[in-house]
């Protein structure tokens, strides 16, 4: 075990304490999300996702974490949506999760790459059979007409694909986000929040730099 649970604070949380820091930030975020998956109602999973065009244009949207292990965090996507352009021109990004009720936020930086076709068939033969049918569908981030087009479009893959198992699509697979950066923020009274920094000087580099820093 590499964390030890403090008394319970004026939150009425138990929640860790400095000096009993997780030496990992993995271990502190899978902590953090089993909570959040026990504690919060719908979409514990769901994180913002920040991405750069290769102009310097920033944006953000929410995905769902998929997965994550020591390489680091999963998401799926349509691979000619705007995010998986910015992406594949700029792998810097950003995620953001944030919990109401835990009152803990976690933001991570790092650089995003796609997943193997392994690894993006592997999940993409999990989801419902309409959502494979959806990845097929959908022409994520361009213009759509009207919802009939859609519909015809859905209707027209169910079709290709009647009685037979529906194959992922070369053009949807997932990212795996490799951490630079962790923070992990809990609301404290009097907006005297606890943040804590895990840096690394690279993807490789198996050293984080841990750091408190001021609300
Ligand atoms: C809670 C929530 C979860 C979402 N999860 C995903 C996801 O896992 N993958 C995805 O491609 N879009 C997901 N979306 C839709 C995206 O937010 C976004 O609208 C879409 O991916 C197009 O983004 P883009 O044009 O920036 O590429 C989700 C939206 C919400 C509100």
Redesign the pocket.
């Given at each position: 075990m590499r964390f030890i649970l403090g008394p319970i604070r004026n939150t009425g949380r138990q929640t860790v304490m400095p000096e009993t820091l997780y030496d990992d930030p993995f271990d502190w975020f899978e902590h953090w999300f089993d909570e959040a998956c026990q504690t919060v109602s719908a979409?514990a999973n769901?994180m913002s996702l920040g991405?750069v065009s290769a102009e310097g244009h920033p944006?953000i949207?929410?995905?769902?974490l998929?997965g994550f292990d020591a390489r680091g965090f999963m998401?799926?996507?349509?691979y000619r949506?705007?995010?998986?352009?910015?992406l594949d021109e700029n792998p810097a990004c950003a995620l953001n999760f944030y919990w109401r009720g835990l009152e803990r936020q976690i933001r991570i930086e790092g650089l995003a790459h796609r997943l193997s076709p392994e690894e993006s068939d592997a999940y993409f033969a999990t989801r419902p059979r309409g959502s494979q049918v959806g990845a097929w569908a959908s022409l994520?981030?361009r213009p759509l007409a009207n919802r009939q087009v859609l519909a015809a479009r859905v209707e027209e893959f169910e079709e290709r694909f009647h009685d037979q198992p529906v194959p992922r699509p070369e053009h949807w697979g997932g990212y795996l986000v490799v951490p630079l950066r962790f923070e992990f923020w809990e609301a404290e009274a009097y907006r005297l929040h606890d943040r804590w920094e895990f840096v690394r000087s690279s993807v490789d580099a198996e050293e984080w730099q841990v750091e408190m820093l001021y609300p």
């Open positions: 979409n769901a991405t944006s949207r929410q995905v769902l998929k998401f799926y996507t349509n949506s705007q995010k998986a352009r910015e994520q981030s």
